[in-house]
């Protein structure tokens, strides 16, 4: 199926005929933008505006959030895993939709994936974590996502990650370019094979996801990238796609993020703010207008895995951070970690509950 086509069917399973040919009426072709998805899909989107992030694997037991996959299987080990919880929590909290880390920087997986033995099938507690996250947003009305770190320190399959690649000297990782450094990393086309194996799994398995994360993406080439968003669209051509754009308000993405992480159907914010005049989701790519909405991730407190200290930022703080994410046109998707137990912390959901209460929802 050619592109033409690929979005001929999407339309067609988005909106009705009369539906669409209103739109086709009524909007102009900036209005209906070149992207992907339909504005429909991707205000719908932007209408939820709150969002958990979930940071939970092996990071969480070894202690170290870029692992260098050399950690024993056997330290995964939540002996109180409760998925469901979170994902309670996450409702009670008046957050729409939930982002789980299936694979980060450690290689190790919260599904039983057949193209690696390093997953929770092999650990001491060998839960389907994406099967039971999925089924505990069903269960409490919560929209499902899920991420995958493409900088893998595991499995290598001959590439360069981000913690083996030479530097140079001015390495910077709010925006990675030629000679910074972080452009040394690479993939080879085994672990490209790997990888579009993995996401196959996670997205013919546990039935519709809403958004999918695919982290660090610069490694993967534009070539590959491309070839991953598409593989992505095929298989749900519902879903939202996020190439992960990392750090920036989100206002330089064509001038210096459009290599790093072209396609995607969001743009990031990563730890900072969206720009004070507000987030513009009108943009200009390859001379044609796409319409990219933003999303703001951050943890609830300093880092993304649980660690012990960790505490929440002040009442103040968050509500701060939410208001102007709302007021400047963005998502908010707050990062929780639970704990190595496996359950989030009752200080970090007192914290959520509060949010909840002084932002009104």
């Given at each position: 199926m050619d592109r033409k086509q690929f979005l001929a069917t999407l339309a067609?399973?988005?909106?009705?005929?009369?539906?669409?040919?209103?739109?086709?009426?009524?909007?102009?072709?900036?209005?209906?933008?070149?992207?992907?998805?339909?504005?429909?899909?991707?205000?719908?989107?932007?209408?939820?505006?709150?969002g958990m992030f979930i940071h939970f694997g092996m990071s969480t037991f070894d202690g170290k959030e870029l692992s260098d996959g050399q950690s024993p299987i056997s330290l995964y080990n939540p002996s109180k895993l409760d998925v469901d919880s979170w994902i309670q929590i996450a409702r009670d909290a008046g957050m729409k939709y939930a982002v789980l880390t299936a694979k980060h920087v450690a290689g190790h997986c919260l599904w039983p994936s057949r193209h690696t033995d390093y997953t929770v099938a092999n650990s001491p507690v060998k839960t389907d974590v994406v099967e039971q996250f999925v089924n505990a947003?069903?269960?409490?009305?919560?929209?499902?996502?899920?991420?995958?770190?493409?900088?893998?320190?595991?499995?290598?399959?001959?590439?360069?990650?981000?913690?083996?690649?030479?530097?140079?000297?001015?390495?910077?990782?709010?925006?990675?370019?030629?000679?910074?450094?972080?452009?040394?990393?690479?993939?080879?086309?085994?672990?490209?094979?790997?990888?579009?194996?993995?996401?196959?799994?996670?997205?013919?398995?546990?039935?519709?996801?809403?958004?999918?994360?695919?982290d660090i993406p610069f490694v993967l080439g534009e070539g590959y990238r491309t070839f991953l968003y598409n593989k992505i669209a095929e298989l749900q051509p519902d879903i939202v796609i996020m190439m992960n754009t990392g750090f920036g308000d989100g206002s330089q993405f064509e001038k210096q993020k459009l290599s790093y992480a072209w396609p995607t159907d969001l743009i990031a914010i990563e730890r900072d703010r969206p720009p004070a005049g507000g987030h513009n989701p009108w943009r200009n790519i390859g001379g044609k207008n796409h319409y990219l909405p933003a999303e703001h991730c951050d943890p609830i407190g300093k880092e993304w895995f649980y660690a012990e200290g960790d505490a929440p930022r002040s009442d103040a703080a968050l509500l701060e951070q939410f208001n102007q994410c709302r007021e400047?046109?963005?998502?908010?998707?707050?990062?929780?970690?639970?704990?190595?137990?496996?359950?989030?912390?009752?200080?970090?959901?007192?914290?959520?509950?509060?949010?909840?209460?002084?932002?009104?929802?």
């Open positions: 067609a399973l988005s909106a009705s005929p009369q539906l669409l040919r209103s739109a086709e009426n009524q909007t102009t072709t900036k209005q209906k933008g070149h992207q992907r998805l339909p504005l429909k899909r991707l205000k719908y989107w932007q209408s939820l505006g709150y947003c069903r269960k409490y009305g919560v929209l499902p996502g899920l991420y995958y770190c493409s900088w893998d320190n595991r499995h290598l399959f001959h590439s360069a990650t981000p913690s083996t690649a030479p530097r140079a000297p001015n390495y910077d990782w709010t925006f990675p370019r030629p000679g910074s450094g972080v452009d040394y990393a690479y993939t080879t086309s085994q672990y490209q094979t790997f990888q579009t194996a993995q996401i196959t799994e996670l997205l013919t398995q546990y039935g519709e996801i809403f958004e999918m994360w695919v400047r046109g963005a998502n908010f998707l707050l990062d929780v970690g639970p704990n190595k137990e496996g359950f989030i912390s009752t200080d970090v959901k007192n914290a959520l509950m509060r949010l909840r209460k002084n932002a009104g929802l």
